[in-house]
């Protein structure tokens, strides 16, 4: 099991530019997260979705979109990105009501 | 509006101590509570999980326990290696098996050896 994969790793990008966040698990979880990580703020969700062709907004949805494809996958999109997004992103999965497990990271730059 | 708070925000042992990590959160009304450890530049590592009706997990040099009534929960890392040098954070879900967790913003240990 490869368990939860993350692309790009890494990624910079202008303002104003768009791009998306993919995040795969292949443990056939039921549910997936997105939160982005800032210095001194901990982790905030973003969206999350508790099963295949549902979504929900988290703590900090402005400016984020999301698209649960199938079981296996999360995607995050940004639209118009931001300097106030510069972070890094986690996605995570979630097998019922045991721990959720996280994806390496991804580490955006928005100049 | 659930908060975690987690103290010290850094600590630097020598190798060999003991230590316990602290984590507090206002709202006693939680599902599970859930510790993890982070490596610079890596995801989160679950390492316990403490369901709201018990009082501890433990897992080798790990033990958790869990105080609902006092909204806190404490790490205990026995015999602290140079290998455990990373961040700790905590995290609740609740009340009910809601699908969020609130994370703390950790606590940052540094072992000397």
């Known amino acids: 099991n490869a368990g939860v994969t993350q692309t790009p790793k890494f990624q910079v990008l202008k303002t104003g530019q768009s791009m998306t966040l993919q995040c795969a698990q292949d443990?056939?979880?039921?549910?997936m997260y997105w939160y982005r990580q800032d210095p001194g703020m901990g982790l905030r969700l973003i969206y999350y979705?508790?099963?295949?062709?549902?979504?929900d907004k988290g703590e900090v949805p402005n400016g984020y979109n999301v698209s649960r494809l199938n079981k296996r996958e999360f995607s995050l999109r940004l639209e118009s990105a931001a300097p106030s997004q510069t972070s890094v992103y986690f996605c995570?999965?979630?097998?019922?009501?045991?721990?959720?497990?996280f994806g390496p990271g991804t580490r955006l730059t928005v100049t | 509006k659930q908060e975690v708070t987690q103290i010290p925000a850094a600590l630097s042992v020598p190798e060999g101590e003991n230590l316990v990590l602290n984590c507090s959160f206002t709202?006693?009304?939680?599902?599970?509570l859930q510790w993890f450890r982070q490596d610079p530049g890596k995801g989160l590592t679950s390492l316990l999980l403490?369901?709201?009706?018990?009082r501890e997990q433990t897992s080798g040099r790990l033990n958790a326990s869990l105080d609902k009534s006092s909204g806190r929960s404490t790490l205990y890392i026995a015999a602290s290696q140079p290998g455990d040098s990373a961040t700790y954070l905590c995290?609740?879900?609740?009340?009910?098996?809601?699908?969020?967790?609130?994370f703390g913003t950790g606590t940052r240990l540094q072992v000397f050896p």
């Open positions: 995570a999965s979630r097998p019922g009501e045991w721990e959720q497990y």
């Open positions: 443990m056939n979880h039921n549910s």
């Open positions: 979705s508790a099963s295949e062709g549902t979504t």
């Open positions: 709202d006693s009304a939680i599902y599970n």
């Open positions: 403490i369901q709201s009706s018990q």
């Open positions: 995290a609740v879900r609740g009340p009910y098996n809601t699908d969020k967790l609130i």
